[in-house]
């Protein structure tokens, strides 16, 4: 069964990775249709869609039952897809017996295994990942390819990414090129895979190094020997990848001999020059089963951080012993002859004056300068302003406008305070400004986790001011601990460069 091409004019150029305007599959047969976001449609076998993917089939099965939609005769039920015709076009061509399209670029081969795990594609999925082993990986960045791996939660390639990147230096300062490539988050988590790598091949070198290098290299003539009764040096050797896992490499253990060699080329007690080729083979695969095992147990600690989950670290405010903590919110303030309802994220409804809005705020003043629609909500004859802000911020927000003194609670989280200053600048509320800056600044916090917040919110001078402070300490990962998970890539990268 073969696709029938579509005619194009002879002056048109097509990308042969992206679908034709109209119909790219359009096989005899077809009995049933699946229709991209941007309306390309595919008329296809579904048998071959429903054997591929447990989801797709269910959503055929819908549409196939759908009993509200009345089929002309000669149509074909049609099911809707989510993802431009680019998307379906490629994962088809891995389905069908044609050519497979391997996307060009890494971002959209990542996003390509993205979707076919939605759909729960599991061979189609091995099927792309064998055609894009055969391309040529030799310019592909470890660190872009994990960063895309996690963002679109692909497991596999993020793992096979972050054992690449274990021949890099895992600090901060020298990876401060590459910050930017990924969330804070992610970077956290491939910090905490490299430590764990570290941890478990120390731990599984040493009973190596201890049993004789699996009784590998017993027996040998040399200057020197660990309590095991290996050479000395090749005991350090084996202990030295623990540290620096990329010195796993035959290159660097075969530089280690020579230099050792060249060093005892003069004692008669070393041997070392004459250990035969069978010999290192023997030791090599034994110590390729350990590092392999170390770097399997270290895989369960690789966990995915897709975007907007587990991003966020909740920072708990202290308190002294007994003491609770009052979270409530505060009453909205009463106000009397109140023409206007602000009504909150959480449908909280708050009564203000519009003249003191308008003045305070040019962005109310340019909103409500609007002719209100006919079919406007009113509560008590009032018209309702929805905005996107939750009751607990707006109740210390609103209140500034008004001769109170407004109180910000000691025990609020930092973040909680940056969110309030955020409002004032999104709505323009210059008026309130320095009240808030101030509660900013007089309030001891970790340095880094609100320059983190801060620079998440856009603003500047609270990102400056704790820049500053920062400068007390030094940039890595032991420094930062689970704070980074806060920071977004760029904000990490411009401030190692202040440092």
């Not at 099927?127 to 960063?147: E, K, M, N, P, W």
């Not at 009973?207 to 017993?218: Q, V």
Request: charged share 20%; glycine share 4%.
């Amino acid at each position: 069964m073969s696709t029938v091409p579509l005619e194009t004019s002879a002056s048109s150029v097509v990308d042969p990775d992206e679908p034709s305007p109209n119909s790219v599959f359009d096989y005899p047969g077809a009995d049933i249709i699946l229709r991209s976001r941007d309306s390309r449609d595919f008329r296809v076998p579904k048998l071959y869609i429903v054997n591929s993917s447990p989801v797709l089939s269910e959503l055929i099965q819908n549409a196939s039952n759908s009993s509200d939609v009345a089929h002309t005769e000669g149509s074909l039920p049609t099911v809707q897809l989510s993802d431009s015709g680019a998307i379906p076009h490629r994962l088809l061509t891995f389905i069908f017996p044609v050519s497979p399209i391997v996307p060009s670029t890494i971002e959209e081969r990542m996003e390509l295994l993205s979707v076919a795990r939605e759909y729960q594609m599991n061979s189609t999925m091995a099927h792309i990942r064998g055609s894009i082993a055969l391309q040529d990986s030799s310019s592909i960045d470890a660190f872009r390819v994990y960063s895309l791996a996690q963002k679109y939660g692909l497991r596999q390639e993020a793992l096979q990414a972050a054992r690449t990147i274990l021949t890099f230096s895992m600090t901060i300062e020298n990876l401060k090129d590459k910050l930017d490539i990924m969330p804070g988050a992610s970077l956290h988590e491939l910090w905490k895979y490299h430590k764990r790598v570290r941890t478990l091949l120390a731990s599984d070198l040493a009973e190596f190094r201890e049993s004789g290098a699996r009784g590998t290299m017993t027996g040998l003539c040399c200057t020197e020997f660990s309590p095991s009764l290996i050479p000395r040096w090749l005991d350090s050797y084996i202990e030295s990848i623990g540290e620096t896992p990329n010195l796993f490499d035959l290159v660097e253990f075969n530089i280690t001999l020579a230099r050792h060699i060249r060093d005892e080329a003069t004692d008669p007690r070393c041997a070392c020059a004459s250990m035969t080729s069978q010999t290192i083979r023997t030791f090599w695969t034994a110590l390729t089963a350990t590092v392999h095992g170390s770097l399997k147990k270290a895989g369960s600690a690789l966990s995915l951080v897709q975007e907007g989950v587990n991003s966020q670290v909740p920072v708990k405010p202290r308190s002294k012993k007994g003491a609770k903590m009052d979270f409530s919110r505060p009453k909205p303030l009463e106000v009397p002859d109140a023409d206007l309802i602000l009504r909150s994220a959480d449908r909280v409804h708050f009564r203000v004056h519009k003249s003191l809005l308008t003045m305070a705020s040019p962005f109310f003043k340019d909103l409500l300068s609007l002719p209100q629609l006919p079919d406007s909500e009113v509560v008590d004859g009032l018209p309702i302003v929805q905005l996107s802000e939750d009751a607990e911020l707006l109740s210390y927000l609103i209140p500034m406008l008004y001769p109170v003194r407004p109180v910000i609670p000691i025990s609020w989280p930092r973040d909680k305070t940056l969110s309030l200053l955020a409002a004032r600048e999104k709505y323009d509320m210059v008026s309130i400004q320095s009240l808030i800056r101030a509660e900013v600044r007089c309030r001891p916090s970790g340095a880094f986790h609100t320059y983190a917040l801060a620079s998440s919110k856009g603003l500047t001078p609270e990102m400056e001011h704790a820049a500053r402070l920062t400068l007390d300490y030094p940039v890595t990962f032991e420094t930062l601990g689970e704070g980074l998970r806060v920071f977004e890539g760029w904000a990490l990268r411009d401030l190692v460069r202040f440092h």
